[in-house]
């Protein structure tokens, strides 16, 4: 087992490329790190949040050439990662639109689409080409601490304080 260190506070997601070469991992210290899956255990900051950042994901179906995020400072972000030929890794985009904490941002299967669930009771979906929202979905009770796509990419699972699966 390795232990990658470098995080300066609580880390609170972490997540696997697809080739299972890369490991992302976010923490409230406000940073991103990519580790190489390895006894070294390198890691490059993903730096652009303001607040803690509560979920970092890759993207399903181009190896993981990008990483999403979730943060407290209500964005998601989109960043490229370090490829060979690269020098490193590029933020592409900001997702801004929800008006508290965002806790889960995920891409569809196809990665046309990015769901991003809030503690402002909305589950909000946007395109990541351009970073425009395409919809939202109200929850009026609690809010929607994770989502998941279905494999099909046709809906998305959301778990709620409220107590419920929808």
Request: with cysteine.
């Amino acid at each position: 087992a390795y232990k990658f260190c470098g995080h300066s506070d609580a880390v609170t997601g972490v997540a696997f490329s697809p080739n299972g070469r890369l490991i992302a991992s976010c923490s409230r210290d406000k940073m991103v790190r990519l580790w190489e899956n390895g006894v070294e255990g390198r890691s490059t900051e993903f730096k652009g949040h303001t607040a803690p950042v509560r979920h970092v994901d890759f993207t399903p179906n181009d190896n993981g050439a990008h990483v999403r995020t979730a943060s407290d400072d209500k964005t998601a972000k989109l960043w490229t990662v370090v490829r060979s030929g690269q020098q490193s890794h590029r933020f592409v985009r900001s997702f801004a639109g929800h008006t508290n904490w965002v806790r889960c941002a995920r891409f569809s299967p196809d990665a046309d689409v990015i769901a991003t669930s809030s503690d402002d009771k909305t589950i909000r979906l946007w395109d990541p080409d351009t970073g425009k929202e395409i919809h939202v979905f109200n929850e009026h009770k609690g809010f929607a601490c994770h989502i998941d796509w279905h494999p099909s990419g046709t809906c998305i699972g959301v778990a709620t304080t409220d107590k419920k699966v929808k």
